[in-house]
């Protein structure tokens, strides 16, 4: 393939057309020319494919992020990426858009689930196995947000204004790591601006850094509707525009070159990159894209719930884990994560999943029935009301009032759509209304709440009165991506057993309204839960031989578009896990969260697991690991603070955090997560890397290759037994601490770990690099990474407090290595 002879026959009008999407998921062909379209999507837990980012044909939903980076195991990681190539295969998809590789900065930040770890260097470890992975199939995989995207709020305007050596030792090495160890062929950017320039229209950004310093060659695209200009991003460096159709190249593309703004060999630069693109990924042999597939593997099955155990760490245990199955009479199981399976978080990363297994269903499946198993909620932990299922009945009208003909019509399995790609050609996506009705029944006497949320304007009834009224006095909130409104609740009494409609008039946005081009509803009800359900919850323990408590949060929380309000778990869980406690000392909490909760309760339960958002095999990955039929294999990849306060994010100045008048500011520079609790001098809660196992390891005989740092860097050599009755798995991590720093430096940094699996009594030897660079700081004044000469010490540690070794070298001469 020649692809200057390409772009020599391609007219400027043809390039230009390449550089933006065709819709929400493809890009532009030039038949003429034989250039194909490729599909791209999302993403980092699944291969969702085409069409609404609810329902649709179904997908594997693998573990969320912060899962991945608790496993503290790139293998895994390359084996996920594999398997989610394999699935965007399924969907006809050439591109995908993962993976997700920000900084926990404050462990508040609605997309933390997404997110590997606090730290760059476990990042990066993991985000380059997971593309060599996908790569590694014939998938190109896109690494995202670039850069400063470590929070929702304000995210689409947000200047984050963080200092050269902050980005450069912080939040460029996975971005970095992917380009020069990984070779990603597609980075996209982010939302926020970055020093007061968005982030897509950044030359040194885009273009000195990625390109120039790194020698990156693949497309940079926006993220959707996050491209903001014409000549500013292609000059840039912005590559492709999503989504189509375009609203800044094209035409106005064309025009800016005939003006003089846009050279033309900006653009044939540009188009070349998208032909390079659709040539690694083998569009040009093969430009079949044929129907979204439903295909559920079992060695995908296999692989979440391998993975689910893995990322699950065991925060406290006072010998009541692994349960005995022919010990235990009966099991309380409670909690409002205990029947609902909560297998990821919200937002783009959340896909239509083959099936879910609720914990409640995954400890009746390993118990098989020999033991009895006692279950109430007692409590709730939803931000919005637990939606509606279906039946669902929609019907379309080609107006926005709702009049003239039915035109088109569909049922949904659930009260809930988010319509990005056209819904009838009789229909004019910008400009329609529809009719959304269904049944409700009573499960009990009380107050129903019922809950309706639009990107678009809404009515909502029930039977026939009108309970909510958002249809012209509509107010932007934090739902869709802040794109619609926050819910609408009206309370209806009803008795057990009584049934009523309940219909939602919607139309689309109109002129003003948040992203008009976002459709979406949502209707929630439920009888909202109180102190009688905690007490039920109680009598439930208090007869049981164990109790369960599944806690946290869920996807309306841990979500795109929104920050959370605080680390404390939503609703009356503390509540409910102190009057549990209270009749069953042998309580259990296991946490379902997409980042750090406070736990004002945890010196008194028995056991404590962080389980995440596991994806589909959530329920019986977790009860492998209780019944002791898994390990616990996580390991924290963020710190847990004492209190919010205690986060490096965390200030007196609000500009800090959540920012101020438009700018966010990392003031704490290169101190985040547990440097900032190190070197400061604060107490984390749970520190960075800490997890506990079912067994016991001892390790001795550590050792360096030399106590200089040769040429060739330096190696160190750890012994680790498993002392315990039971296989497991233990994690070296391995610091680095400067001693003679010509300037201020974290106490210690992460600069390699090995994980290793062991059988009881088996021991393994776990081998460490050092390079020069892993020493090294950066120097913005020279343009260069310096290692000073001096004293450091290979801090080798269980987690960022246990520390079991320390191994002092030196350096003798100044090490430096330049930009470029």
Known sequence: ?????????????????????????????????????????????????????????????????????????????????????????????????????NIHRSGLNGRNFECYSEDPYLTSELAVAYIEGVQGEGIAATIKHYVGNESEIERATISSDIDERTLREIYFP?????????????????????????????????????????????????????????????????????????????????????????????????AGNMLRLLEWVGAFEDATMHEEQAIDRPEHRALIRRMGAEGTVLLKNNGVLPLAKA?????????PNADTARVMGGGSAQINAHYRVSPLEGIRMALAGKNAVLHARGADNSRLMPMLQGPVTVEF?????????????????????????????????????????????????GDHVFGAVTAGRGLLKIDGEVVADFWDDWTQGTN????????????????????????????????????MALRAFRIGAARPLGDSDIAEAVERARDADV????????????????????????GKQDALIEAVLAVNPRTIVVLQTGGPVLMPWFDRVAAVMQSWYPGQEAGNAIADVLFGDAEPGGRLPQTFPRRAIDNSAFTDDILTYPGLDGHVAYREGIFVGYRHHDTRGIKPFLPFGFGLSYTTFVWANARLSAPVMEEGGLSVQIEVTNSGSRSGSDVVQLYIRPLDARAERPEKELKAFAKLHLDAGQTGTAVLSISHRDLARFDVERKAWIADAGRYEAVIAANAEDIRFVLPFTLEAEWQESLR
């Open 174 to 270: 996975p971005f970095e790591a992917a380009v020069k160890r990984a070779n990603v062929r597609a980075v996209m950017s982010s939302y926020n601006r970055l020093n007061g320039t968005y982030t897509s229209d950044h030359p040194w950004l885009l273009t000195e850094v990625l390109r120039g310093d790194w020698g990156f060659d693949g497309i940079v695209m926006s993220d959707w509707f996050g491209s903001h200009s014409t000549v500013e991003s292609v000059n840039a460096g912005l590559d492709l525009e999503m989504p189509g159709p375009t609203r800044d190249r094209g035409a106005k593309l064309v025009a800016a070159v005939k003006d003089g703004l846009v050279a033309p060999e900006t653009v044939r630069r540009a």
């Open 327 to 335: 010990e235990i009479g009966n099991i309380a199981v409670i909690g």
């Open 480 to 515: 869709f991506f802040s794109t619609g409104n926050d819910e609408q609740r009206a309370s209806v009494s009803m008795k057990l057993g009584q049934t009523v409609r309940y219909e939602l008039e919607y139309r689309t946005g109109l002129p003003g309204d948040a992203l």
């Open 1 to 101: 393939m020649n692809i200057a002879e390409i772009l020599d026959q391609m007219t400027l009008e043809e390039q230009a057309s390449i550089l933006s999407g065709a819709d929400f998921w493809t890009t532009v062909p030039v038949e003429r020319l034989g250039i194909p379209k490729i599909k791209v999507t999302d993403g980092p837990n699944g291969a969702r494919g085409g069409g609404s980012l609810v329902g649709g044909v179904k997908s594997a939903c693998f573990p969320a992020a912060i899962a991945v980076g608790s496993s503290w195991n790139p293998e895994l990681a390359r084996e996920l990426g594999k398997a989610l190539a394999e699935e965007a295969k399924t969907k006809s998809a050439r591109v995908l858009l993962a993976p997700t590789v």
């Open 547 to 570: 109790a369960v408590i599944f806690a946290g949060r869920e996807g309306e929380w841990d979500t795109e578009g929104q920050d959370l309000p605080h680390f404390n778990l939503p």
């Open 397 to 445: 009208f080609d107006s926005v009032d709702l009049s003239g003909p039915v035109v088109h019509r569909m049922t949904l399995a659930e009260a809930h759509a988010f319509w990005l790609d056209p819904i009838s050609p009789k229909l004019d996506m910008s400009a329609f209304s529809a009719r959304i009705s269904g049944d409700y029944t009573a499960a009990e006497d």
